[in-house]
């Protein structure tokens, strides 16, 4: 009896945290190319595969399209000559992933604002046993600036 090498699709799956299914998925599109395939036919990843499926996931969670990481994808395959390209296409997306950091922290001040203010709200309410200002003036206080991120309450 042979011993296989390389992991099946579910222990690749299991290792990397992606579902077998999104394995295939990166296959067909044209993510991984080439995992080699025991005498039956099932898929055998090797350390290597894992590697490159590790660089799949940090351009798809930070939001790079299919078609760019395509793209990066057959750069490297086609090996050396065409770093140009490839530096190109990550700091374009380095720069997306910059703006995306930047609207996140707008919104994250945001919510640290309404959660201050809430905060507030309850511990005057503890300390003093008053309802505090928001429930007085409706429209005012905690709800006042509930109305859009962009009005900076």
Same mark, same amino acid.
């Given at each position: 009896?042979?011993?296989?090498?390389?992991?099946? %699709?579910?222990?690749?799956?299991?290792?990397?945290?992606?579902?077998?299914?999104?394995?295939?998925?990166?296959?067909?599109?044209?993510?991984?190319?080439?995992?080699?395939?025991?005498?039956?036919?099932?898929?055998?990843?090797?350390?290597?595969?894992?590697?490159?499926?590790?660089?799949?996931?940090?351009?798809?969670?930070?939001?790079?399209?299919?078609?760019? %990481?395509?793209?990066?994808?057959?750069?490297?395959?086609?090996?050396?000559?065409?770093?140009?390209?490839?530096?190109?296409?990550?700091?374009?997306?380095?720069?997306?992933?910059?703006?995306?950091?930047?609207?996140?922290?707008?919104?994250?001040?945001?919510?640290?604002?309404?959660?201050?203010?809430?905060?507030?709200?309850?511990?005057?309410?503890?300390?003093?046993?008053?309802?505090?200002?928001?429930?007085?003036?409706?429209?005012?206080?905690?709800?006042?600036?509930?109305?859009?991120?962009?009005?900076?309450?």
């Amino acid at each position: 009896m042979a011993i296989q090498a390389g992991l099946t %699709i579910a222990d690749a799956a299991r290792r990397s945290g992606v579902s077998a299914y999104t394995l295939r998925y990166y296959e067909r599109a044209g993510l991984i190319d080439g995992v080699d395939r025991a005498g039956s036919g099932h898929r055998r990843y090797s350390h290597e595969d894992l590697a490159w499926i590790e660089v799949l996931q940090c351009l798809r969670k930070t939001g790079m399209p299919i078609a760019s %990481i395509r793209r990066y994808a057959e750069l490297v395959r086609a090996g050396d000559g065409n770093e140009e390209e490839r530096l190109a296409l990550l700091e374009e997306h380095r720069d997306a992933v910059r703006a995306q950091l930047t609207e996140v922290r707008r919104h994250l001040a945001f919510i640290e604002r309404k959660i201050a203010t809430y905060e507030e709200k309850l511990n005057d309410h503890q300390t003093t046993g008053e309802p505090g200002i928001g429930s007085l003036c409706p429209g005012l206080g905690v709800h006042g600036n509930d109305v859009g991120v962009r009005e900076g309450g």
